[in-house]
């Protein structure tokens, strides 16, 4: 089964590389919730920086379930779990010096949070994973 500790160097460049995803949660109504996000990944965590209070944010404070999705051409990558709302000071910072390095430095926010995907499930196109 494939995980994010398995990439191959193809599959490490296409979630190094500059690609938007998009993140699905579960909606109050019981629908999908997605949206487009830039998303790191390290020590096989999945992050997304965001404002705290965001519908993402109050979508996973109900109900941790999401899924980040990539697409670039022929290539995919699915990565499904639980997710986390993390506010401590220096996990944020983690995660804001991850995103510098895939995207660009990010703004300014005093009122940004972390969404932290642990996977259950990771899917994706052949010679992703070892």
Known sequence: MPTLTTL??????FISDY???????IA???LIHAVAVGFTVDDGVVR???SDGT????????DSRATIA???????LSVAGRAT??????????????????YRPPRVNPRRV?????????MGSRGLFA
Not at 19 to 24: G, P
Not at 70 to 76: D, L, T, Y
Not at 114 to 122: K, Q, S, Y
């Open 70 to 76: 990539q697409v670039a051409g022929p290539r995919w």
């Open 114 to 122: 972390v969404i932290r995907l642990e996977p259950d499930t990771v």
């Open 48 to 50: 997304v920086i965001t």
């Open 8 to 13: 191959t160097d193809d599959g490490f460049a």
């Open 85 to 102: 709302i993390e506010r401590d000071p220096a996990e944020v910072a983690r995660a804001e010096a991850l995103y510098a390095e895939r």
């Open 28 to 30: 109050r109504d019981g």
């Open 19 to 25: 690609h938007l995803a998009t993140l699905s949660t």
């Open 55 to 62: 519908q993402k944010v109050r979508n996973i404070e109900r």
